[in-house]
């Protein structure tokens, strides 16, 4: 019950609605009392031969009207406390996805997409519950189910309530038994079922494997194994949910039983009518609800706390690169000093880089080179700030970069990241991300210059054509060019391209460097890359290897050295010219 | 195979149903005990409140209590209950069986007819779709024989058990109840035909609400490098409105159609049965019990009502999902079929394309008049670039696909004669994409083939020498691979793959060389690996590295689906085309590294 004082600031802050449901719930509690008594009150008059057609007619009317109110507040009572919990639901995940976009890279690589989800989904959902149907069995059990009880015992009988209701708690703590039960039994079919969907991801990922030795009937046989033991487990589930239902008819079987037995008792002593212990009866159906209730309160108010208490964990979590120290809010121009001794992830790993120096004069171009995990994108991720915690010292503009606001820093920095990512959007959309309002001059221009806008107006639907799930399908060349685009648009004082041209081919990469060298004399212009073709005409060149710098320079002097530059410089023009079939009216190099 | 949600007709509804239906057929007997306990149950269930009529009416309101049959209701009535709640425990665990079995028998019938089409069908596919229905729409519809069929025949029967009481109690009465079954009727269907529309709303909000989180989630980094934080805030948050406001809709439509109008309606079913009663006793007696009796059955009738009417979404998402998942059943593209009598078997090794050409899609063509010929034990490699054809020269040999013209002799027979089994076994394709499936080292060496023994699996890794690094793994050949084989470099997941098509020992090799990079060590076994392996084999490579390249006895090249160039290293010198400035720029390069070392 926790939950509820944890939640309290919330049915605070929503108090008209809670009070207001919660007094119309009692009301429907109360009008759910008066039809077992109107039944009760009309079978005695008709057993006395009192009953007159102004009686019934009388009796007939009050039922309707109960009935037509217990609607209407049954309604506003949904709309008051079923409202308020979805209202929590939006708010918590509005908050989720603000403090989402306030924190760091490192948080991202802590925590999995999936978990992320699961917190914004599953644990939304349960905290929803326990705001909502969570407050509506705590009342209602309580209300109605005291009322009940309190009628059947002071209108009818006490000692016909108390010995008809000796079955019930049994019912309560045996619904919450086989609750928590079911629940660990559904928790190991699920782990079943995903662990078939792996299967499933892993045997259609790897189908041309499968199909290249012929195995298809052994993985059908697996699939089938694993599906047999996703059926075993779900049969345990059912073993203890067919339990539910029987156990709740027999003990309130039971109950009836008891009541008419002794309540006949009653009748032939005349402590009680033959019509109330016909009310009584029905009392005791209405008792059944409160019962089943009080049971999944627990249930539901348990996953509840657990659930509030993960997002509650997550909200509290600090972004780690703050403006702490900043002291500007004026964007810096493109002059970098660069001075790393060291940088690691975290505190007990090796170095991911080693002794990295440069400068970099506003308007020059930083080529960095190396193999995959040879710290080219870490040094990039250093550098706009989207990592820190370096042992050295990073300037732009002659100040500490932590010393620039990250809205002012951000300013100053365009980026094309390595994966290529597009948002669920329009092409036009996704290219004027970073400036919603830009004209469509302003998007062709920039789609122009990464060399995409022939291939944009190419589909159907031109710039509006939809990317992602439901629009049209991109090749990784034109995702990568699409993305440099959208950092074209904003005519950053500095450009960075993480590795941002391994999908497009050797002419395109030329010609978009070209337009670079053309449109960014002025500005710092960052480019890491595999294929060194993408780096030759850099100012500065480090070739990075296991985090160290170990060749440095301009495309020039490194070729004369007979180093690591030379050689692989040398090898990728020969094997473009075998990837380009037969073009040898080309350049070697 | 395209993932639409195109409004399904009536007609094409209850089609989708009927075959949900038809997997009943293979349980039947399973479905027959749990009918028959369902009804026993039902049964015993509902005789409970005629045995309390009885004694009222015909004990209680005379006030006559002779021991021997009183005794004797009460036993009967307490046997009735303790058997109803035996009986119904085995109806619904078995018909919970028979759901299981049904789904699983549904999953394993898509899942076989996927993993037996045709490799065109994947590559046209998009595997999230192939995906979703083995998981997602499956499970759907696992709801909907769980949660939804049990509970339709249950309350079905429940309801004839329920009126047979009433008709056997007062058939006047029971006659007036019988009208309340159009209005509970009507409530359904208003009900499902606006929930429909406000949950199909609601719940496209909702996954569009999560696929905007998703994405924010994994774009997070150039949402916020690009500083656009607070415009994502703001139209995450207009979404979230947009959700709530449908749910709100969702919710408010429950109000007024769900347990509110039903608990309503049972009231006006009391008031029937006391204005019915009422009338009666103006003119003579009634029986109590009776009156008792019918307002019980009517507060068990409408509990079975705000279940159904709760679980009209599950069934109505199931009919989507089945509907998806059935297209997937019937979609027949089978892998290209064997031809021709005869079984030959394929004992050299020798390949020839003759005049072939190709097209995916009947219109653009990849290969182009392809033909040549590789004899036993020789190599032969493939340079061009991406799109040349390259990869469908070897889906055409592997048989993934049919050519359009001309022919592909292996070993003097055309392809298509050979067993698919045949062709399996003797062409050991090494793909580029070494993928790893979960288990264990072994096994993805074996790759469920029983005939391959772990001996001669060890001796596949030994050859390609991969043994080394395996050995030194924590448990060696026991050692389990994680997802994907992340755990093991690419260099590391290329051994592997190499002694996978060793131990099947083929005649033919066919080699789809990866371009990635490998550091030099492995790079240096993986050289001696292959070297071993195209050894005595008739070898075909799509070649990306340079030694692969020169040690080829033919080396074809392809542009734009044709051959530009083919022959042997100095036939092509001799030709001074595209392989003379290879050969002589690397020479060259050797050269300047000699002066200048």
């Known amino acids: 019950m926790r939950v509820f004082l944890d939640l309290w600031w919330y049915f605070k802050r929503e108090k008209t609605s809670y009070i207001i449901g919660i007094i119309m719930l009692m009301i429907v509690s109360i009008l759910s009392l008066l039809p077992p008594y109107i039944v009760g009150v009309v079978v005695d008059l008709m057993v006395e031969n009192n009953l007159t057609v102004e009686g019934l007619t009388f009796w007939l009317i009050i039922l309707f009207f109960v009935g037509l109110a217990a609607y209407i507040f049954r309604y506003l009572w949904r709309i008051m406390i079923f409202g308020a919990s979805i209202r929590l639901a939006r708010l918590l995940r ?375 799930e439901r629009g049209v399908t991109l090749s990784g060349g034109q995702k990568q060019r699409i993305a440099i685009a959208r950092a074209l648009l904003v005519e950053p004082e500095i450009l960075m391209f993480d590795d941002s041209l391994s999908a497009v081919d050797a002419k395109t990469e030329e010609s978009i460097l070209e337009a670079l060298r053309m449109k960014r004399s002025e500005r710092t212009t960052i480019i890491s890359a595999h294929r060194l073709s993408a780096v030759k005409h850099a100012d500065v060149i480090l070739v990075l290897d296991q985090g160290k710098v170990v060749e440095q320079g301009t495309h020039e002097s490194l070729m004369k050295k007979d180093g690591w530059y030379r050689e692989v410089y040398n090898q990728q023009q020969l094997e473009s010219i075998v990837a380009e079939g037969g073009d040898t009216g080309g350049t070697y190099g | 195979m395209e993932h639409t949600d195109e409004q399904l007709t009536t007609k094409q509804q209850t089609r989708i149903l009927k075959r949900l239906l038809s997997y009943m057929k293979f349980h039947k007997v399973l479905l027959f005990w749990a009918m028959l306990f369902l009804a026993l149950g039902t049964g015993a269930e509902l005789i409970g409140p005629i045995l309390i009529q009885t004694f009222i009416d015909d004990y209680l309101t005379p006030a006559q209590f002779p021991v021997e049959p009183l005794i004797a209701l009460a036993v009967t009535y307490i046997i009735l209950h303790v058997s109803a709640v035996f009986f119904n425990y085995f109806q619904q665990f078995w018909f919970d069986k028979a759901a299981l079995r049904m789904i699983q028998r549904m999953r394993v019938e898509v899942f076989g007819n996927v993993a037996h089409m045709g490799l065109s069908f994947f590559d046209r596919t998009a595997t999230g779709g192939i995906i979703s229905r083995l998981t997602n729409d499956t499970e759907r519809i696992k709801e909907f ?228 010929t590789i004899d036993q034990g020789e190599t032969l490699a493939f340079v061009g670039h991406t799109g040349s054809g390259k990869s469908s020269v070897i889906n055409l040999l592997m048989r993934f696909y049919e050519p359009d013209e001309g022919e592909i002799l292996l070993d003097g027979e055309p392809l298509a004669k050979y067993s698919k089994e045949e062709l399996r076994k003797k062409l050991g394709l090494v793909l580029q994409d070494s993928h790893m499936f979960s288990g264990d080292v072994l096994e993805n060496i074996q790759l469920y083939n029983q005939e391959i023994t772990e001996a001669q699996a060890v001796q596949a890794a030994e050859t390609v020498r991969a043994d080394q690094f395996i050995q030194k793994l924590p448990g060696g050949y026991r050692h389990p691979v994680g997802e994907r084989g992340g755990t093991f470099s690419t260099g590391e997941r290329q051994l592997i793959s190499f002694a996978r098509t060793m131990a099947l020992n083929p005649k033919v090799l066919v080699l789809d060389e990866a371009t990635a990079n490998i550091d030099t060590e492995t790079e240096e076994l993986i050289q001696a690996a292959l070297e071993t392996m195209k050894s005595g084999r008739t070898t075909i490579a799509i070649a990306h590295r340079l030694s692969t390249i020169k040690q080829a006895d033919k080396i074809v090249v392809l542009h734009q689906g044709e051959i530009q160039e083919a022959g042997n290293h100095e036939e092509l010198l001799q030709k001074e085309g595209l392989y003379y400035n290879m050969y002589v720029l690397q020479q060259g390069r050797r050269l300047e590294a000699k002066i200048s070392g």
């Not at chain 1, 009342?139 to 009940?148: E, I």
């Open chain 1, 94 to 468: 509005n908050q989720l996805y603000e403090h989402f976009t306030n924190m760091s890279a490192k948080f991202y690589q802590r925590r999995k997409t999936g978990d992320l989800m699961a917190h914004a989904t599953n644990d939304i959902r349960a905290v929803e519950q326990t705001a909502g149907a969570g407050v509506l069995t705590l009342v209602d059990s309580l209300t109605l189910g005291g009322f009940v009880i309190i009628t059947m015992a002071v209108t009818i009988s006490w000692e016909l309530t108390l010995l008809s209701l000796l079955p019930l708690p049994l019912l309560a703590f045996l619904t919450n038994f086989y609750g928590s039960m079911l629940h660990k039994r559904f928790r190991v079919a699920q782990a079943a079922f995903s662990s078939l969907n792996d299967r499933v991801q892993e045997s259609i990922a790897g189908i041309r494997v499968t199909k290249t030795f012929g195995q298809e009937k052994a993985d059908i046989a697996a699939f089938q194994a694993e599906s047999d033991d996703v059926v075993k487990k779900n049969l345990r589930v059912s073993r203890i949910d067919a339990l539910f239902d029987p156990t709740i008819t027999f003990i309130i079987g039971v109950s009836y039983f008891l009541a008419v037995y002794f309540g006949a008792g009653f009748v032939i002593n005349e402590d009680i009518t033959i019509g109330q212990l016909t009310s009584f009866t029905i009392y005791l159906g209405l008792l059944v609800w409160p019962m089943l209730a009080f049971g999944w309160l627990f249930n539901i108010v348990e996953r509840g706390r657990a659930s509030y208490g993960r997002i509650s964990e997550l909200l509290a979590e600090q972004a780690e690169i703050t403006d702490e120290h900043a002291d500007t809010t004026k964007p810096p121009s493109g002059r970098f000093d660069v001075e790393i001794h060291s940088f690691r992830y975290k505190s007990e790993d090796d170095p991911v880089l080693n002794d990295v120096r440069f400068q970099l004069k506003e308007g020059e171009t930083l080529g960095v080179i190396g193999r995959t995990g040879s710290g080219k994108t870490t040094l990039m991720k250093l550098l706009m700030r989207e990592e820190q915690g370096v042992n050295g010292k990073i300037s732009l503009d002659y100040r500490s970069i932590e010393r620039y606001t990250l809205d002012a820093l951000r300013t100053s920095f365009g980026y094309v990241p390595q994966d290529q990512f597009l948002f669920s959007a329009t092409i036009a959309d996704n290219i004027a991300f970073a400036k919603p309002n830009a004209t469509m001059q302003e998007v062709i221009d920039a789609a122009k210059l990464a060399c995409v806008h022939e291939d944009i107006v190419q589909f159907q639907n031109g710039y509006e054509t939809f990317v992602g």
């Open chain 2, 145 to 372: 024989y769980v949660n939804v069929l049990s509970m339709l025949v249950q309350n079905f029967v429940f309801f004839i058990g329920i009126f047979a009481a009433m008709f056997y109690l007062n058939v006047q009465l029971a006659l007036f109840c019988l009208a309340l079954l159009p209005v509970v009727f009507i409530l359904l269907h208003t009900y499902r035909k606006f929930s429909a529309k406000y949950y199909g709303r609601m719940s496209g909000k909702l996954s569009e609400l999560n696929a905007r989180l998703n994405e924010s989630i994994q774009g997070m980094a150039i949402i916020q490098i690009f500083r656009q934080e607070r415009r994502m805030r703001r139209e995450f948050a207009e979404l979230n409105d947009e959700h709530h406001r449908a749910w709100l809709k969702g919710m408010k439509l429950d109000g007024l159609l769900l347990r509110p109008a039903v608990d309503f309606l049972s009231i006006i079913a009391l008031m029937l049965v006391i204005g019915y009663f009422g009338i009666i006793s103006f003119n003579s007696p009634i029986e109590v019990g009776v009156l008792y009796a019918f307002v019980n059955y009517l507060e068990r009738f409408f509990e079975p009502v705000n279940q159904m009417m709760a679980r009209l979404s599950i069934f109505q998402q199931a009919i989507v999902a089945a509907g998806r998942v059935f297209k997937l059943i019937d979609h027949d593209e089978p892998a290209p079929p064997k031809r021709y009598e005869g079984n030959p078997q394929i004992t050299r090794g020798r390949i020839e394309f003759k005049n072939v050409s190709f097209s995916y899609d009947q219109t653009t063509p990849v290969l182009k008049n392809i033909s040549f």
